[in-house]
């Protein structure tokens, strides 16, 4: 089978699958437990990033890569405690990741 056939067969499956989850959304109500719920998976897959973060650099670096995502995080936390937003989060949260990782590895 042609290598371009294979990449048109699998982008054109995407797209099908895509474009029926939308066609079946206008049918199908979910229970309200389940789309509330629906809102508390972003703050916990950041969340489970932020672990796997820490956790990484504290293993590989010490205590002292460890800092910037710890820090960061501890920032992100604040942020959405006193705006109660997750995009508030991730505004603080990460420019303060980059800025000390940048000031650590150098």
Known sequence: MNAWAVIVAAGLGS???RVSMIGAADRFRPPARLD???????PSAF???????IAGAALDGGALQASAP???AAVAVLAVARTGSAYAGM?????TLWILTALTSA
Do not use: K, N, Q, W
């Open 70 to 72: 710890l820090t960061a």
């Open 47 to 53: 969340a489970a990033l932020a672990v796997s973060d």
């Open 36 to 42: 509330d719920a629906a809102g508390l998976v972003a």
């Open 15 to 17: 797209y099908l699958l």
């Open 91 to 95: 505004l603080a949260g990460l420019p």
